[in-house]
């Protein structure tokens, strides 16, 4: 059964930085992109993130550029979305997904196959 459990959410005051990670397990992760969305009450799932299978590509959403870093550690079957100055628009329940098919970054949710149940971030001003 392929899994993708995200923790390191929590609340944070604005111009601070969290961790999430993604331990992702019962298939051949490494072989696949892996990206980072989230989501607000009432919204659609929005792009944060992504990674290619060997880290050497990364796509970055215009809003978390230069303040977010993602990266991976096949070895472990982990991926870790790093932000920092952080903002109360960043708000959200943070998802992580794997696209088990391409080999090109893709920042629409459809083209993701598996995904994690969810992390809440909560930046406070």
């Known amino acids: 059964q392929a899994q993708l459990v995200e923790s390191g959410g929590g609340l944070v005051q604005a111009g601070g930085s969290l961790r999430l990670s993604c331990a992702a397990s019962?298939?051949?992760?490494?072989?696949?992109?892996m990206a980072w969305f989230r989501q607000a009450p009432g919204k659609e799932r929005e792009f944060v993130a992504a990674?290619?299978?060997?880290?050497?590509?990364?796509t970055y959403a215009n809003s978390v550029k230069g303040r977010f870093t993602i990266s991976r550690d096949n070895a472990k079957n982990t991926v870790y979305l790093q932000m920092n100055s952080l903002k109360p628009e960043d708000t959200d329940v943070y998802y992580c997904?794997?696209?088990?098919?391409?080999?090109?970054?893709?920042?629409?949710?459809?083209?993701?196959?598996?995904w994690g149940q969810g992390t809440q971030v909560t930046v406070s001003s």
């Open positions: 019962g298939r051949t992760f490494s072989n696949y992109v």
């Open positions: 997904a794997a696209d088990a098919v391409s080999t090109i970054i893709f920042t629409v949710a459809a083209r993701y196959d598996y």
């Open positions: 990674i290619s299978w060997s880290g050497g590509t990364t």
